[in-house]
């Protein structure tokens, strides 16, 4: 019991400062609120016409496009190397890099071209 008072007290007083609040001193936010930084964000409708929509939701749809083709290489690639000599899979693997390489091409054609017929307008 001599050395368990002690040992209480100090064990209390130290959980006590660690979990006690803290005080923080924070910056006062004097910004312009929540539509501040959202501009047109929240808007149904937009400042720009259908044709720049139209283009810029092209864009992103080839930019999914590459980028799922650029992953369906990389698994096809995994493919190759986990064949571990199967001449069956390993020509599998070879014909999706090939097909997916030949497509990802045709993609980033179909970027440039968009991007030209933006530029022409």
């Known amino acids: 019991m001599k050395h368990f008072f002690p040992f209480l ?4 007083a130290a959980l006590t400062a660690a979990l006690s609040a803290a005080t923080a001193y924070a910056a006062q936010y004097t910004g312009g609120g ?3 930084g959202a501009g047109d964000a929240g808007t ?3 400042s720009t016409d259908i044709r720049t929509t139209v283009i810029n939701i092209v864009k992103e749809v080839l930019s999914y496009m590459a ?3 650029v992953v369906v290489i ?3 690639g995994i493919l190759m190397v986990v064949s571990a000599g199967n001449e069956e899979s390993k020509e599998r693997a070879k014909r999706i890099i090939l097909y997916t390489f030949a497509g990802l091409i045709i993609i980033l054609l179909a970027q440039g071209l ?3 017929m933006v530029n022409l307008s």
């Open 74 to 76: 990389v698994i096809a």
């Open 34 to 36: 929540l539509n501040a």
């Open 44 to 46: 149904i409708v937009g």
């Open 9 to 12: 007290s100090k064990t209390t």
């Open 67 to 69: 980028l799922a083709a």
């Open 114 to 116: 968009v991007q030209i």
